[in-house]
């Protein structure tokens, strides 16, 4: 089922990882909810090996999403816009092919991976972020089931967050929601949320120690 979800960086200022990580564990584990598995989200980064027709180097994101075992996301990133492709997992045997025209940098590689909890018709996703096996911080995804338009439910979206997280969740809705507040929400919209949260971590001041962003832009 297509939900409406949102995507949070959990602030983790001691920079304690599994510390942080529990806390939210045991809040979640509080509220009744049962654990129904693992998840990962990961991304690859490639750059254009030369500069475009309209000046600066373009990003191709390479998403995978253990919900959507069987698919390939590539997210072509310009200055002016994203375009978002779901393929084949096989589109990931053509990647070498590209190599004259996109490059991945090393060590750029991201993943959010961690436990999956039910409660209710919520489905919570409690991630550890690392970047080359280093820990980055924390980033939890939140799905309401019954719905598909964050309009109809960002309300109770932030109540429930906020039962479990804190006031780092905000009253107003992130960038992102409010871009597509009307919208039908799809599997592409939340793979687009990843690759800005998994860019906040590569590239903000703290990598999700004091800071917090709400939903991807």
Same mark, same amino acid.
């Given at each position: ?14 920079? *304690?990882?599994?510390?942080? #990580? ?17 998840? =990962?989200?990961?991304?690859? #980064?490639?750059?254009?090996? &030369? ?5 600066? @180097? ?7 999403? *253990?919900? #959507? ?9 310009? $200055?002016?816009?994203?375009? =978002?492709? *779901? ?16 490059? &991945? ?44 338009? $964050? &309009?109809?439910?960002? *309300? ?12 780092? @969740? ?15 929400? =799809? ?27 709400? =939903?991807?832009?």
């Amino acid at each position: 089922m297509l939900v409406a979800l949102r995507l949070h960086i959990f602030p983790d200022a001691s920079r *304690s990882g599994c510390v942080e #990580t529990e806390k939210l564990h045991k809040r979640i584990m509080h509220l009744d909810a049962l654990q129904c598995g693992m998840f =990962t989200v990961d991304c690859d #980064t490639y750059y254009t090996t &030369a500069q475009t027709a309209g000046g600066g @180097v373009r990003k191709m994101h390479i998403v995978h999403n *253990s919900d #959507t075992p069987t698919t390939t996301y590539a997210i072509l990133e310009t $200055p002016s816009k994203q375009v =978002t492709l *779901s393929a084949d997992f096989l589109f990931d045997l053509l990647l070498p092919r590209l190599d004259h025209m996109y490059q &991945a940098k090393k060590n750029l590689k991201i993943e959010s991976k961690g436990a999956k909890y039910e409660i209710g018709d919520f489905l919570v996703k409690i991630g550890t972020v690392t970047m080359s096996g280093h820990y980055k911080g924390i980033l939890v995804e939140v799905e309401y089931l019954p719905c598909v338009t $964050p &309009a109809l439910c960002w *309300s109770l979206i932030r109540e429930f967050m906020q039962s479990f997280m804190g006031s780092c @969740v905000k009253p107003t809705p992130p960038t992102y929601l409010q871009n597509h507040y009307n919208d039908i929400h =799809t599997a592409q919209d939340t793979v687009r949320q990843y690759v800005e949260k998994f860019n906040e971590f590569r590239e903000g001041p703290n990598f999700g120690g004091s800071q917090s962003s709400g =939903t991807a832009n």
